[in-house]
């Protein structure tokens, strides 16, 4: 099959030496395009600006801004039957973008911010049959109301529900512990691991998913025969 994957952070460019990012290092998306691939899927990697290097056998599409991104994704997005957004895409970008480096005053700054788009809530609205499309929730109170939310509002077939409140997982650490939450259906837990360890068991959950919803091997739709 053809996993698409997003990973790590995006900048926002304030002015030619400064932007707006978060502190996603791109570990657990790398790991599950890693994973995909080991489990003998065709993969696209996206990535925002991290310090890891390429997967072998792995397409990688660098981007830097949240507008960068959504043009890569969702120009690639059709060709895959399963689409996993674990970047760390910026809500907010400056308003303006100085030419020249900001030069500081005597009292406060205030920066103009305008959204992004929300790549995942497009993605969930021109998907195609049979297509996956699965987002990561990264939440440091009310995890499962807030994951349960983005995937009714998105319209996903899974979420991955990621406490980060805990300095020890998430977001920069090397182990992660997450509930995956379908559509139709009971939620799973993943208990605390390896990023690369979970990143196998995530995809392992959703190659099962979706041999239940195509019957027929190969295809690319779920209409009835
Ligand atoms: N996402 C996206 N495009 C954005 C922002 C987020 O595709 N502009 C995706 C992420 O890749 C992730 C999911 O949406 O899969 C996260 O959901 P979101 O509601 O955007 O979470 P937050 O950005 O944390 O926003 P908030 O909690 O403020 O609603």
Not at 166 to 180: H, L, S
């Amino acid at each position: 099959m053809k996993y698409l994957i997003s990973a790590g952070p995006t900048r926002e460019k304030i002015d030619p030496i400064r932007f707006l990012s978060n502190r996603s290092t791109g570990k657990m998306g790398y790991a599950l395009a890693e994973a995909a691939r080991d489990a003998g899927h065709e993969v696209v990697l996206v990535s925002g600006p991290v310090s890891l290097a390429d997967p072998a056998g792995i397409e990688v599409v660098r981007v830097e801004s949240a507008a960068e991104m959504a043009a890569a994704v969702e120009s690639r997005a059709a060709a895959a039957e399963v689409v996993i957004m674990t970047a760390a895409v910026a809500d907010y970008r400056p308003v303006r973008v100085l030419a020249d480096k900001m030069k500081k005053g005597a009292g406060k700054l205030l920066l103009e911010l305008e959204r992004t788009e929300d790549i995942l809530a497009t993605l969930g609205r021109t998907k195609r049959p049979g297509q996956l499309l699965i987002g990561f929730a990264a939440e440091t109170r009310d995890l499962l109301a807030y994951a349960e939310d983005k995937l009714r509002r998105k319209n996903l077939d899974w979420i991955v529900a990621n406490d980060v409140a805990a300095p020890d997982r998430g977001i920069a650490a090397d182990v992660n512990g997450v509930t995956m939450i379908p559509a139709v259906g009971a939620p799973l837990e993943l208990p605390l691991q390896h990023k690369r360890q979970l990143a196998t068991q995530i995809i392992a959950v959703i190659d099962r998913s979706r041999s239940r919803t195509t019957p027929a091997a190969g295809r690319s739709d779920n209409r009835p025969e």
